[in-house]
């Protein structure tokens, strides 16, 4: 018997399911925090990596769903799903003090569903404002929007602060208000219109002298309501939105999504489609680590670099136009391939941009790397460790700079990946100049990947057939793909429509923030704007 | 003079879609007796006034990407004296706001554009900035950033290309080219342009 099954069988209460490497388990709600306990500090394996929460609106039942993986078996993965009958006063407990990344997903979940997790401290909304009416992803919600206007005034900064929460204390619930910062404390704001923050991000930043003490990042400055919309929205037309979620690479978001619904519909895709998909995510890839690289390096005052960066990433765009038709959103795979073949110079542009990119790299380094100013600030600074990375769901460059191996093209290998021989670039320091240099060596390995896939496109059809119509038959669907700034995850739920029950895409760059509240602590207030560019997040990724 | 005259390089009159809303509007500036002494003043300071345009950085998506080509090096707005973006709205003249508005940020866009000095002008890049865009159906986005402040020019798109933003700023040039800079402040009237009014664009008019 496997170690899993093994491990499964020791929950009694629990009834699985397997489908392939993943596996779903319900368990009764009043089992959770023992359950979830288990699978986390079980010695032979443990999942360690919460990748997930969902929250779900079963029509009669509320429920969440928290996807696990594991370091040790990472193709793994576990659904651990729990159902509330109660819809008026919904209450789980919290898992926060296993994983670090829980608070926030719990918040979302709190925020979007009503759902309130007992003990946790911290139940503000997470994207909207404190004083918004309803909860927006439970199917009754009223979207009158009387009842929520667009507001006239600021937010209420004492709102912003109350933290309200549910204890449980020998057994007796307690409703309780902290506040997020003591009276005497000096608390600077940072953004949420700030050119540093890269995108509307409000950070309330508590200092002592220089020092940061504690930082509150403030959400949903960006919140545009994707996975609810998506719920009225057929396969095709949600493909549109989740390019815009990530919108450095989102291409790669958009085919994770085509693959998810392939999954879901058994549809054999051509190896064509999958060349060239592939290759147009590892454009993509290379176009947004040449924009992180160039925005960190602004963050410390190269403007140079960033003119570099986006030089070098316009050739890319280049290429993107005459094939895809659009420059930052290519619109391009679809679902069963991609929207139309390449253009007849695709190949040879590709061909002649590799070495030129390679050739510019060395620029690169020759004008940054190797800096004593910045190698002085980036050195010794935003330690990460390996084990934090992994509590923190910290996956993608951030996660392998501190010695995580999280690539997800060689865990699970999609499209085309299998017929490229390629290294996962990791690093064990952990510190922010790890975090920088990974992203200018992981545009090598792509270029690598590219190289090997170029020459090689297969002939024949470039998307299969499908119908005009497309239904998903009824069922749960998951798909992981690896975006640049790391794990990009989508779970369709679907009840045999043309639109999906429930969609959630697990953005990389939510957890990313939250690894920001831990390394930035410590150190000065300068090195915040520096500490935020080497993890790279999107805002409109965190906020979906 | 008449909106043909008004001299932008590079860009000839026909170049230009939808001359006939400037054009009444310079008839307009006409009849509120612009006399000829003061015209060509004007025209001196106005000229000055649209070729060092100072913009405020405020990008909050996707189109927040190409406005940073536009800035950098391939597209170079610098070439027409409006790099000079600010990080502070009390230096600015102009917001290119490129992305979607939500409703938390609403506020904070509405505050920003209080403080800038006038005159101060408005564009919006991009679908979602002009009217929600593909978040059209959401619960949380601000349909078009006109229901928070009046908008002087709309380039379409999702994202638009920098060239298109490229064409929005020669727009915004001559609307202040034409301007009468010693009635400023002399907003255009944005309820005209409006036929019917919602109950939600009233709640976004009455915060203006
Ligand atoms: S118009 Fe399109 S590209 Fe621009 S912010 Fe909206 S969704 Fe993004």
């Known amino acids: 018997m496997k170690v899993i099954d093994e491990l499964l069988a020791q929950l009694p209460f629990a009834t699985v399911e397997q489908i392939g490497k993943e596996y779903k388990v319900s368990i009764p709600k009043e089992k ?112 009158d929007p009387s009842l929520n206007p667009i507001p006239c005034t600021d937010e209420n900064l004492e709102q912003m602060e109350d933290l309200p929460s549910v204890e449980m204390v020998n057994g007796e619930k307690k409703e309780d208000h902290h506040k997020m910062f003591e009276e005497e404390e000096y608390v600077v704001n940072f953004g949420p219109q700030h050119p540093a923050t890269h995108g509307v991000l409000h950070l309330r930043v508590s200092l002592d002298g220089e020092t940061i003490k504690k930082i509150d990042p403030n959400l949903g400055y960006i919140h545009r309501g994707i996975e609810k919309m998506s719920e009225a929205y057929t396969y095709p037309q949600i493909l549109h939105l989740t390019e815009r979620l990530d919108y450095l690479s989102g291409s790669i978001s958009r085919h994770g999504t085509c693959l998810a619904v392939e999954k879901g519909l058994q549809l054999e895709v051509p190896e064509r489609a999958h060349y060239i998909r592939t290759i147009i995510d590892e454009l993509t890839r290379i176009a947004s680590h040449l924009l992180g ?252 | 003079m008449e909106v043909k005259d008004i001299y932008i390089r590079d860009m000839k009159y026909e170049d230009f879609k939808e001359n006939e809303y400037l054009e009444e509007y310079v008839k307009e500036l006409r009849a509120n007796g612009v006399n000829i002494a003061i015209a060509k003043v004007n025209d001196l300071i106005n000229w000055g006034r649209s070729n060092s345009v100072w913009p405020l950085t405020f990008a909050t998506s996707c189109c927040g990407i190409e406005f940073m080509c536009l800035g950098a090096a391939r597209y170079d707005f610098a070439r027409f004296g409006w790099e000079v973006t600010r990080n502070s709205p009390r230096q600015a003249d102009v917001i290119f706001c490129c992305g979607t508005i939500v409703h938390k940020m609403a506020p904070v866009l509405k505050r920003l554009y209080e403080q800038m000095a006038e005159p101060k002008y408005v564009m919006a890049f991009g679908s979602c900035a002009i009217g929600g865009g593909p978040f059209k159906s959401s619960y949380h986005t601000v349909m078009g950033i006109d229901k928070v402040i009046p908008v002087d020019v709309y380039v379409p798109g999702c994202p638009p290309r920098p060239d298109a933003m490229i064409y929005g700023m020669m727009q915004l040039a001559r609307k202040i080219k034409m301007q009468d800079f010693f009635k400023l402040p002399a907003q255009p009237d944005m309820a005209k342009y409006k036929e019917k009014e919602t109950d939600l664009e009233k709640l976004g008019n009455e915060s203006n």
């Open chain 1, 32 to 143: 959770l925090y023992e359950t979830a306990s288990f699978l986390k500090n079980n010695q032979r394996y443990s999942f360690d990596f919460l990748m997930d929460i969902i929250g779900m609106d079963y029509g009669d039942n509320l429920g969440v769903i928290y996807t696990l993986s594991s370091t040790q078996f990472p193709d793994t993965v576990l659904m651990l799903k729990a159902e509330i009958e109660d819809r008026d006063k919904p209450e789980i407990e919290t898992i926060t003090d296993l994983w670090n990344c829980a608070d926030l997903y719990e918040r979302e979940v709190h925020g979007f569903y009503g759902i309130v997790f007992l003990n946790n401290p911290d139940m503000r909304h997470l994207f909207l404002r404190q004083d918004w009416v309803g909860y927006p992803f439970r199917k009754d919600y009223n979207a």
């Open chain 1, 293 to 544: 690289w160039g925005c960190m390096a602004m963050d410390m005052g190269s403007i140079t670099a960033f003119v570099y960066g986006m030089r070098d990433r316009e050739k890319i765009m280049d290429i993107f136009e005459e094939t895809c038709g659009g420059r930052l959103m290519t619109n391009y795979a679809t679902i069963g391939g991609v929207m139309k073949d390449i253009h007849p110079n695709f190949q040879k542009k590709v061909k002649e941009f590799i070495p030129y990119m390679r050739k510019m790299l060395k620029e690169h380094h020759l004008l940054f790397t190797g800096n004593p100013i910045a190698r002085g600030r980036m050195e010794g600074v935003g330690y990460l460790s390996k084990e934090q990375a992994i509590s923190l769901g910290a996956t993608g460059p951030t996660g392998r700079a501190s010695g995580w191996s999280n690539d997800v093209r060689k865990i699970e290998t999609y499209a085309a990946y299998s017929h490229a021989d390629f290294q996962e670039v990791l690093r064990t320091d952990g510190l922010t100049f790890d975090r920088y240099i990974i992203r200018l060596d992981e545009i090598e390995e792509s270029l690598n990947i590219i190289e090997q896939l170029i020459d090689n496109i297969p002939g024949g059809a470039y998307a299969a057939k499908t119908k005009a119509i497309i239904k998903l038959p009824e069922g749960e669907y998951f798909q992981r793909v690896e975006g640049a700034r790391g794990e990009f995850d989508v779970y369709i739920n679907s009840r045999g429509d043309k639109y999906p029950y429930r969609i959630k895409f697990r953005s990389p760059s939510l957890t990313l923030v939250n690894t920001l509240k831990y390394i930035a602590v410590g150190n000065k207030v300068a090195d915040l704007v520096m500490l935020g560019g080497s993890l790279d997040y999107v805002v409109p990724c965190i906020d979906r």
